[in-house]
């Protein structure tokens, strides 16, 4: 076989990725990256590495490192809150079964936060202070596609949820868990509980402002 027949048979044999199997690579790169080094620290060139794509190729699909970071962190938060739901169903009148399953979350949530702390205080830094010269810079619209989409869910579940302030009361529940989580050792220094009362309050805390909107 030639040297040009042989790498015919190598072009042939390499599987063409999709767009979107692409931007799952990157995006999955990008939060190993950001969670190991923070968004000062994380290099694009090294995420692109990690995705086996060029550095040229991550910035076709994403328009600056803030924005790639940004959707690296709502786009695994949104997959994790879509599972847990899809995992955790309840009928319409089981109050029991939705505080259950509420309370459930309030736990997933703090576990998948803590794992990811260090990409979420880097992501507050950045928009507090990183932008300063950048007036076009992406806002939080992740975030806020986010939230929008969990009150979506709620109020599909729990038609009583339409009633009350959903709107508000998704925000600050989300704010609290978020606070207490990523600045734990801020909020509650050495000695003042353990880790597993601290996240006992927290969930006691947000189902009981929960439960007081409805």
């Known amino acids: 076989m030639s040297s040009g027949d042989h790498k015919q048979v190598v072009r042939t044999r390499r599987t063409r ?9 990157i995006l999955a790169a990008a939060v190993t990256e950001f969670g190991e080094h923070g968004f000062s620290g994380a290099r694009t060139a090294a995420i692109a590495q990690r995705a086996g794509v ?40 089981d109050d029991e079964g939705r505080l259950s399953a509420s309370r459930d979350y309030i736990e997933a949530q703090q576990d998948f936060l803590r794992r990811h702390s260090r990409m979420f205080r880097s992501l507050f830094a950045n928009e507090a202070f990183g932008n300063g010269d950048e007036p076009d810079a992406p806002v ?12 979506g869910i709620v109020e599909a579940r729990d038609p009583g949820a ?7 009361t998704a925000r600050i529940s989300f704010a609290t868990i978020l606070a207490c989580t990523v600045f734990r050792d801020l909020l509650f220094p050495a000695g003042i509980a ?21």
């Open 140 to 151: 939080l619209s992740g975030l806020q596609e986010y939230l929008d989409k969990m009150v």
């Open 194 to 214: 353990d880790d597993k009362r601290i996240r006992a309050a927290v969930a006691d805390f947000v189902m009981e402002g929960a439960k007081a909107s409805i």
């Open 162 to 168: 339409q009633e009350s302030d959903t709107e508000l």
């Open 54 to 93: 060029v550095e040229a190729l991550l910035f076709k699909h994403f328009d600056s490192k803030e924005g790639l970071f940004q959707q690296a962190i709502f786009t695994y938060l949104d997959i994790h809150y879509t599972r847990f739901t899809e995992e955790h169903r309840f009928e319409e009148n």
């Open 17 to 25: 990725r999709s767009t979107r199997e692409v931007i799952d690579r």
